[in-house]
């Protein structure tokens, strides 16, 4: 009988410690960002620069991503329901719209995490009023990359 109880503790035990193992998987959210650096469109070589007073929001949602803030690159979220996404880009008094079209392709992550989408920005589009143009560097946005993806060069 002492068998057996041993038997089942050490059952249920490794049950336990197997299941911990398998929930090392970090289920990272909010994958689907695209990696934005901000570049001079007045240098020879790729100079990073810092936009003040910088409000982001998606077009077609309330969503605000940026507000009243000052960095030299952002983290655009692209949808997962459909092939593009825009964004407006306010800088001061300075407006300008980004569009991104891409494809999606859904990859397998582990057992816990299920799926993700992967996705392949294949066209970027501007308004033009004070980003000079862009550049695609790297067009996959991958689940747990950490990769800028897109350079933007403001005039």
């Not at 038997?7 to 960002?33: H, K, P, T, Y």
């Not at 494809?103 to 501007?126: H, M, P, Q």
Request: proline share 1%.
């Amino acid at each position: 009988m002492k068998n057996i109880y041993y038997l089942i503790s050490a059952i249920v035990l490794a049950v336990i410690f197997g299941r911990c193992e398998s929930m090392g998987d970090i289920c990272l959210s909010n994958q689907n960002a695209a990696q934005v650096g901000l570049y001079t469109a007045h240098s020879t070589s790729d100079k990073d620069t810092v936009l003040t007073e910088l409000y982001v929001q998606g077009v077609g949602n309330d969503s605000i991503l940026y507000e009243n803030v000052s960095t030299s690159d952002l983290f655009l979220p692209l949808a997962m329901h459909t092939d593009t996404s825009a964004f407006t880009i306010k800088v001061k008094t300075l407006l300008d719209t980004i569009w991104f079209v891409y494809k999606r392709n859904l990859d397998y992550v582990s057992g816990d995490c299920g799926f993700a989408v992967n996705i392949e920005i294949d066209t970027i589009f501007f308004t033009g009023r004070f980003i000079d143009s862009v550049a695609i560097d790297y067009p996959y946005v991958k689940y747990n990359e950490n990769i800028e993806n897109v350079k933007v060069y403001i005039d």
